[in-house]
């Protein structure tokens, strides 16, 4: 073809007809897009404890339905979803988790940071690195007393990082 000449009506037209196609495809590619969302969170430095920080992981959620996983960057804190109501459960939860695992035990030998650093890294391996919920329009799906905790195994210790995820459909 002769770049002078001009191009053929019937070129023309079928030019036009594949690229609105392929854009009402790439609208219904885009609008039924799945979406992953995902975010690093600074937790403050909290003392050794039990720790609800439900409000910050659920912050920035986005509109989107599907499943959150929240997981923290430490071996010597943990997650889990419990009881929020009750300012009691979180003292029930550190003295059981401090008889069951005790600092006064002589066997451990990673202690270089100090006596409740292995203690912190086997609570950590009991409880978990992590929690998954259902997400619904944005919010968390919860049960009406459930709560997102911190778990910080050490005495003191400065900021932990979680991530959270959250992989769904927009709504």
């Not at 989107?64 to 419990?82: C, D, E, P, Q, Y």
């Not at 391996?125 to 619904?136: E, L, Q, Y």
């Amino acid at each position: 073809m002769n770049p002078n000449q001009p191009i053929p009506k019937k070129i023309i037209i079928e030019i036009i007809f594949l690229t609105n196609k392929l854009y009402l495809n790439l609208f219904f590619f885009i609008k039924n897009l799945n979406l992953v969302f995902q975010e690093e969170i600074v937790l403050s430095p909290k003392p050794r404890g039990f720790h609800l920080i439900t409000g910050q992981v659920i912050k920035n959620f986005p509109i989107i339905t599907g499943i959150a996983n929240v997981f923290i960057k430490h071996t010597s804190a943990s997650l889990t979803i419990n009881e929020n109501a009750d300012p009691s459960v979180r003292v029930d939860f550190e003295t059981h988790f401090n008889k069951l695992v005790s600092e006064n035990d002589l066997h451990y030998t990673h202690t270089l940071e100090g006596p409740d650093d292995m203690t912190s890294h086997i609570k950590s391996t009991i409880i978990g690195s992590s929690v998954t919920f259902p997400v619904k329009e944005g919010k968390p799906l919860l049960g009406i007393w459930q709560g997102i905790y911190l778990c910080e195994h050490r005495n003191n210790y400065p900021s932990r990082k979680i991530v959270v995820t959250i992989y769904g459909e927009k709504n």
